[in-house]
């Protein structure tokens, strides 16, 4: 069965801190995507990052950046100081290769102090 | 570029009413996707649909429920006799088909549901 953890239920930070948010998934599929996306407390989706299960170079995006291992089934994301925009659930998600549809994991809530 | 759409945004029923939640997808978006939301938790799938065609439905559609997607643009959700237990906020994706992107959902803004 395909499945998604974040360990990590809240996180608090204070602003300019560093932070890593975990997320290690199970799958029997050879292929399929990982994504991390936003939801502030409007409520609202935000898409950050799509990752195929063959390329597992790291990526960066301004503050953003991804560390997915095949060998831990890890797709950790850190933020580098942080702000207080950053304040949301972040949710990891794992595609499933027949339908698309995705199984998240029960997300982390970050809390960026002033 | 317009977004996913859902309407209404919110919507407060008494239980054992019907209830009716619309999605607007990206435009040229083959697939569409319904999701609840339960508070402290992740999305859960509902149902799934490329152009008109359902084609998968989660065990926790129960017959009570039940997705539309006429001549496969908008969507339509539609909750018969509604029970507490469904408050949640309803989630709405579509996905494209034919592009390197064909994996990525993007989310519309909820609908969120209060069973009275």
């Known amino acids: 069965a395909q499945k998604v953890t974040q360990a990590q239920t809240e996180i608090s930070v204070v602003e300019k801190e560093d932070v890593t948010l975990d997320c290690v998934y199970e799958?029997?599929?050879?292929?399929?995507?990982l994504f991390w996306y936003k939801q502030p407390p409007s409520g609202e989706l935000v898409f950050l990052i799509r990752r195929n299960s063959f390329d597992e170079q790291n990526e960066i995006s301004g503050r953003y950046s991804w560390n997915f291992q095949k060998s831990t089934s890890s797709f950790n994301f850190t933020i580098t100081a942080s702000q207080v925009v950053d304040s949301a659930v972040y949710f990891c998600a794992l595609s499933d290769t027949g339908t698309y549809k995705y199984i998240f994991g029960t997300g982390t809530r970050l809390k960026v102090l002033a | 570029d317009t977004g996913v759409s859902q309407n209404p945004r919110h919507k407060i029923t008494k239980r054992g009413q019907n209830v009716t939640f619309r999605c607007d997808p990206i435009s040229e978006h083959n697939r569409l996707y319904w999701y609840r939301q339960t508070l402290g938790q992740g999305p859960e799938f509902l149902t799934y649909?490329?152009?008109?065609?359902?084609?998968?439905k989660s065990r926790l559609l129960s017959d009570r429920f039940s997705a539309e997607r006429p001549k496969g643009s908008f969507s339509t959700l539609e909750i018969q006799r509604t029970e507490q237990g469904d408050s949640a906020m309803y989630l709405c994706?579509?996905?494209?088909?034919?592009?390197?992107?064909?994996?990525?959902?993007?989310f519309g803004p909820g609908t969120r549901l209060t069973v009275l």
């Open positions: 649909f490329q152009n008109e065609a359902q084609l998968e």
């Open positions: 994706a579509s996905s494209p088909t034919g592009t390197g992107d064909t994996d990525t959902q993007y």
């Open positions: 799958t029997r599929d050879t292929t399929y995507y």
